[in-house]
Each structure stands twice: as C-alpha cells, then as structure tokens.
C-alpha cells in the first residue's frame, strides 16, 4: 500500500468510526421529543399532509381520528404496492367526540388527544415488520410500557395489510 492510498485508508476508517459512535448514540439514547424503543419523532409539517382515511372510536375512548400520509406512504396505497416501501411514514391524530355547538347532532373534534406515528424503514425496524413506533400527548412521547403494545396489536391484526389498519377512503 502507497502512502497516499493509507492516508486515504486512514480518514475512511475515521469517518466510519465517528458515523458508528452517532449511530450508537443516538440508538441507545433517543432524543427527548422522541419515542422509546423506536426512536421515532412527530414528523415536520404533516398536517398539510394527504388524508388517507378517517376512523371512530366509539368506546372506551370516544375518538374522532383522522390517518394522514407523506407522499410516499399515499403513492404506495394509489398504486397498491405493498409492503410499504422505506421512507413511509403514517400519522394518526385522535380528538374526542364532541356534539357541534351549533348543531347538536354533529359531532366535532373536541380536545386533541394523541398523535402516533409509523415509519418505515425494514432495516432499522426490521424485529417489527419494518416498521417503528410513536405515540405523542401534546408532543411529548410516551412511555416504554405504552410502546410494547402497538406492535403486538399491529402484528397480530394487520398483517395481511403490511401491519396497517387503515385503507385509503375511497
Ligand atoms: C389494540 C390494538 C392497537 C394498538 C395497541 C395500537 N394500535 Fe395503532 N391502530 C389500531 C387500529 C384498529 C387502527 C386503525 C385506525 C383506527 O381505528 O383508529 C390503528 C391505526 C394506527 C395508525 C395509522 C396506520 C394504520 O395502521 O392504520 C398508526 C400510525 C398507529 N395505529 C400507531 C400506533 C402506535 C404508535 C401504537 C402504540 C403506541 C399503536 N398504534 C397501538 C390498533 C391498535
């Protein structure tokens, strides 16, 4: 080996090694605004995001919920493709029902409940499907424990649909 190619040998095993620590870091250490065991944030600007479907919850949560897509998570439901590709990323908001004050039966969001996230990325994910997990009250995420259950429901229920539940509104 010439000088010149160890040099080059030498500043590539550096970066490699910083990029590793990053990566190690931030994977043991999630950011505070970030989920634990996924790591997974509240995405920039998704509410001018496309809807993908609205839902209600009757009971026990009376919830108003409305599905919102980043444009690739809404060209892979367009196109069928399935699974999900990489870089997908479907939001949920939730609100409570609440009747319409100037018209009694229409029911209106009433307080912001949560917003929960799924992003796909089969590498980093892949012990759940490729996808990883958050869920936000008023921004912040919460805990571990709440965080074990959306996997085992999302398995256990969606698989047929690459873990997700909702459908594109028609
Ligand atoms: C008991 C079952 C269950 C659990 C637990 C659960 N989910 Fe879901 N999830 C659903 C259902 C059902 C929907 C379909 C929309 C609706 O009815 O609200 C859904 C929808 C979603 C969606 C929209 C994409 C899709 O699959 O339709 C996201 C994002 C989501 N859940 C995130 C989470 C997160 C984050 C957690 C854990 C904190 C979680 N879920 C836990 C049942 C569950």
């Known amino acids: 080996?010439?000088?010149?190619?160890?040099?080059?040998?030498?500043?590539?095993?550096?970066?490699?090694?910083?990029a590793a620590i990053?990566?190690?870091?931030?994977?043991?250490?999630?950011?505070?605004d970030a989920s634990p065991i996924y790591g997974v944030t509240i995405p920039e600007g998704y509410r001018?995001?496309?809807?993908?479907?609205?839902?209600?919850?009757?009971?026990?949560?009376?919830?108003?919920?409305a599905v919102l897509g980043n444009q690739i998570a809404?060209?892979?439901?367009?196109?069928?493709?399935?699974?999900?590709?990489?870089g997908t990323v479907l939001?949920?908001?939730?609100?409570?029902?609440?009747?319409?004050?100037?018209?009694?039966?229409?029911t209106v969001p009433g307080a912001a409940t949560t917003?929960?996230?799924?992003?796909?990325d089969q590498k980093k994910y892949a012990a759940t499907g490729g996808w990883g997990f958050g869920r936000f009250i008023d921004g912040k995420p919460v805990d571990a424990a709440q965080h074990?259950?959306?996997?085992?429901?999302h398995e256990a229920r969606a698989k047929a649909q690459d873990y997700v539940f909702t459908r594109f509104a028609p």
Do not use: H
Not at 1 to 18: E, P
Not at 148 to 153: M, P
């Open 1 to 18: 080996m010439n000088r010149q190619f160890f040099a080059l040998g030498c500043a590539a095993a550096v970066l490699a090694s910083a």
């Open 22 to 32: 990053t990566f190690a870091g931030a994977q043991e250490a999630p950011a505070a």
């Open 48 to 65: 001018k995001w496309e809807l993908v479907a609205p839902a209600i919850e009757a009971a026990p949560l009376n919830e108003l919920r």
């Open 74 to 86: 809404v060209d892979a439901y367009r196109a069928g493709t399935q699974p999900f590709p990489d």
């Open 91 to 106: 939001v949920k908001l939730a609100w409570k029902q609440t009747p319409s004050t100037e018209f009694a039966p229409a």
């Open 115 to 120: 917003v929960q996230v799924m992003v796909k």
């Open 148 to 153: 074990e259950t959306c996997w085992t429901c």
